[in-house]
């Protein structure tokens, strides 16, 4: 007897993460086995985040979809709209079906069978399909909540409607707490535009897990109380309709298109179970945003790295199975963390959300994105800073992320959420750690990793100031806690003494160079905020980018002259920052702090001269913008010559080039090839998703360039 069938490969579940792990993994040199139980997909509109839209990009998936470059956030009676917003909506069964034909286009094989873990078998796991013995080297396990009876905590629901067209936005509300039930769980409603016309309207409330996955919560507001009630998918969903009609009179006459789809919603994500019988991707791990109900992103994500963590040691589960939970834990570091708590503070995250929800200052907008979107602030700025020498650079890069969330993470998960940087391989985005090991190697060929610790400070320190350079929110009434302002400090503090712990413990004799610097920094925000003073942003992110390249040198052992010149370096690398975030508001684009330039006008943190920007509205405003535009790039450019200039100072080549690449990164939205975003490249109402084209920006192919 030949005895059972071996594969590479088997992938429970055939849903969105179980077809596209299986179509990554898929090829002629691996076998892989999709098996799907039968299920049909159900149809409703899903919505596609930035994470899918790039998931679904690497998987070349084609598939019709509905733009949304916007989305109105509603915190009971204040909103804001958010744009540009790079994302789409798509029938969830025509997703489906499409990474199902991927993975068969791409060589698995789909099998219609229940699966039955029998355990391991020398290293293989031994399954049973329909009773049908089968080992594979490896298991990817995407069974979703019913994969994982009893830990459940929520409720999802949702159903199309005709009577309404959303166009290219989509709506979000997190509705307002019960002021009687301080263990109220989140309940979010949404509104997601359908391609060809009408909506799905969904609304998720998901309780918290406690130890050993116990509800604590209710699952459903106003349709079940806490405990295992059942809840009324029809009372759950009239709730979400009554939250739209009271913010949009649109949603008044809404006609039912489809039935009422409902499930149970897994947010029970805990790094630890990852890896247990299988590496679990999807909702079978848990990865549901506990706030906002939303999992799409976080199956495709995980379904990419189960992939490539296979790929990367196809003899060695056990490698793979270490490298996924690693990988996981880089990627989604502080997220869950954030939305639980959020979740268990429920009355006090949404009083912040809606104190700040008319706020554009970088930390409250920060903030937002770090616990409703699954991007977090990973897609602000596209410009990236190549890597040279990455066997050199890139440990110290990982050391430093490793200590700045080691101290955050815990108490402060949202913090730890803004300090991921989530960039890996041969090209990183503009950070301080880039900038202060360039210097650090700058008159040396060697790097001590341990001043990793120091470049950790650095950047948290540089997050919390983030937190006091621009003006609080708004005071939106008379309440007797600005809850937004009270967060905001908090945080920074919060961030500054972890920063000042930090550079004590690794390089104590920089820590009065240290604290000059926040004594600066404070001095120059302090005067800034005086009306009576002319504002000199300038030099506040001069002092933000100076201080970094010149401890750097320091700390390096260069002689004086290449200290000054790395100075230089940063003094003029802050100011093509600043001239730079000018360009990006004037465009109306997103800019890199995530403000927009009302914001920064109304903060006198610009460098646009104001007898200039008085004009904009006006009726020669269009002429106005052009003059501002070309000034700010003139600035910009001659704050990067300068900047590079200084660089002649420094010996290591490798320095050079990464400092080098820094300011070309910095000053990249002044040039004049920077190509325009966000904005739609679709013909009519709908756009499609193509494979990959590296003529268009932000994995969003065929949606925005």
């Not at 733009?67 to 709209?81: C, H, M, N, W, Y």
């Not at 009324?232 to 006459?253: K, W």
């Amino acid at each position: 007897m030949s005895g059972p069938r071996r594969v590479d490969v088997i992938v429970t579940g055939a849903g969105p993460a179980g077809a596209a792990a299986a179509t990554a993994l898929a090829g002629p040199t691996r076998s892989v086995l999709l098996v799907d139980d039968g299920t049909p997909a159900r149809s409703y509109d899903a919505f596609l985040s930035a994470p899918t839209m790039e998931g679904l990009r690497r998987l070349a998936v084609d598939l019709p979809a509905q733009p949304v470059d916007g989305i109105d956030l509603v915190f009971g009676t204040r909103s804001r709209r958010l744009v540009p917003v790079r994302a789409a909506a798509c029938d969830h069964a025509a997703l489906a079906r499409a990474l199902r034909g991927a993975a068969g286009h791409a060589g698995a094989d789909r099998v219609r069978a229940t699966a039955r873990l029998l355990g391991r078998d020398e290293g293989w796991f031994a399954l049973a399909l329909d009773g049908v013995p089968v080992l594979a080297r490896h298991l990817v396990v995407a069974t979703g909540t019913s994969g994982r009876p009893g830990h459940w905590m929520g409720t999802a629901c949702v159903q199309r409607f005709a009577g309404i067209d959303l166009g290219t936005r989509t709506t979000l509300a997190v509705a307002q707490p019960d002021g009687t039930d301080p263990r109220q769980p989140p309940t979010c409603v949404w509104a997601v535009p359908a391609p060809g016309g009408g909506a799905s309207v969904g609304v998720a409330s998901v309780g918290v897990a406690g130890v050993g996955g116990a509800s604590v919560g209710g699952a459903g507001v106003g349709a079940a109380g806490a405990g295992d009630r059942p809840v009324d998918p029809d009372a759950l969903l009239a709730l979400a309709l009554a939250e739209l009609r009271r913010i949009d009179a649109r949603f008044t006459d809404l006609v039912p298109a489809g039935p009422v789809v409902s499930g149970p919603i897994d947010a029970g994500f805990v790094p630890e179970r990852l890896t247990v019988d299988g590496l679990l991707i999807g909702a079978a791990a848990g990865l549901t945003n506990p706030f906002t109900g939303e999992g799409l992103s976080g199956a495709l994500q995980s379904a990419l790295l189960a992939a490539e963590s296979i790929t990367a040691h196809p003899d060695d589960p056990d490698a793979a199975r270490r490298a996924y939970a690693q990988r996981v834990r880089t990627a989604f570091v502080g997220y869950f963390e954030t939305a639980r708590h959020a979740s268990r503070r429920y009355h006090l995250t949404w009083r912040v959300l809606a104190d700040a929800a008319s706020s554009d200052q970088p930390f409250a907008a920060k903030a937002r994105r770090a616990i409703l979107f699954p991007e977090g602030i990973a897609g602000l700025g596209e410009q990236r800073v190549a890597i040279p020498d990455a066997p050199l650079v890139q440990p110290f890069l990982l050391a430093c992320d490793e200590v700045a969330i080691s101290v955050i993470r815990r108490e402060w998960p949202f913090l730890a959420r803004l300090a991921s940087i989530e960039d890996t391989g041969d090209s990183q985005r503009p950070r301080p750690a880039l900038l202060f090991l360039g210097a650090l190697i700058a008159d040396r060929s060697t790097l001590d990793v341990r001043h990793a610790t120091t470049a950790a400070a650095i950047e948290l320190a540089t997050l919390g100031a983030l937190a006091f350079l621009h003006p609080p929110p708004p005071r939106t009434g008379v309440r007797d806690v600005d809850w937004a302002a009270a967060a905001t400090v908090l945080s920074g503090d919060f961030l500054l003494a972890q920063a000042s712990r930090l550079i004590a413990e690794s390089a104590p004799d920089a820590s009065w160079m240290f604290a000059d610097w926040l004594a600066e920094l404070a001095g120059l925000r302090a005067a800034a905020l005086d009306p009576d003073k002319p504002s000199q942003p300038e030099l506040v992110y001069a002092a933000l980018f100076e201080f970094p390249a010149r401890i750097g040198a320091i700390l390096g052992g260069a002689p004086a002259r290449v200290v000054h010149a790395l100075a230089e370096y940063g003094y003029h690398c802050g100011r093509a920052f600043l001239h730079a975030e000018d360009v990006l508001a004037v465009r109306g684009e997103r800019t890199r702090l995530d403000t927009t330039l009302e914001a920064m006008l109304a903060g006198r943190f610009t460098g646009l001269p104001e007898t200039l920007t008085d004009r904009l509205e006006t009726a020669d405003r269009e002429a106005v913008r052009a003059n501002l535009l070309s000034g700010a790039e003139a600035a910009c450019g001659e704050a990067r010559g300068r900047a590079v200039a200084s660089l002649t100072a420094v010996v290591n080549p490798t320095a050079v080039r990464l400092l080098g690449q820094f300011i070309d990164a910095i000053a990249a939205p002044c040039s004049r090839d920077h190509p325009a975003r966000g904005t739609a490249d679709v013909a009519g109402d709908s756009a499609t998703l193509a494979g990959p084209d590296p003529m268009h920006l932000g994995g969003q192919v065929g949606l925005y360039e």
